[in-house]
């Protein structure tokens, strides 16, 4: 395991996974039946795993990597979740 990883911040864990995200596994989850499920992407890998709610993605990630630092994000829309009002907008067709 990278040691690094222990240090990183929220922010680094965020941009790490969009990252992950943008080059590469947009292109294999956003279509068909996965918009609108969570996807949870291992920031130091690159691992994802997708199900309607996450949780059972998280788990089986965090089996292969107790220390693994996870993202979730909600595919084909710009928020996973919103609290009151705030609209979720969806940003793929």
Excluded: C
Aim: proline share 2%; glycine share 8%.
């Amino acid at each position: 395991m990278n040691t690094e990883a222990l240090f990183w911040t929220v922010e680094e864990v965020a941009r790490r996974a969009r990252d992950f995200y943008e080059n590469g596994i947009r292109s294999s989850v956003e279509h068909g039946d996965n918009i609108g499920k969570m996807i949870v992407i291992d920031a130091e890998t690159g691992e994802y795993a997708s199900d309607k709610i996450g949780v059972e993605s998280g788990l089986k990630l965090k089996q292969k990597n107790p220390n693994a630092r996870l993202f979730t994000m909600r595919i084909g829309y710009d928020v996973a979740v919103t609290f009151g009002n705030a609209p979720m907008v969806r940003t793929v067709e």
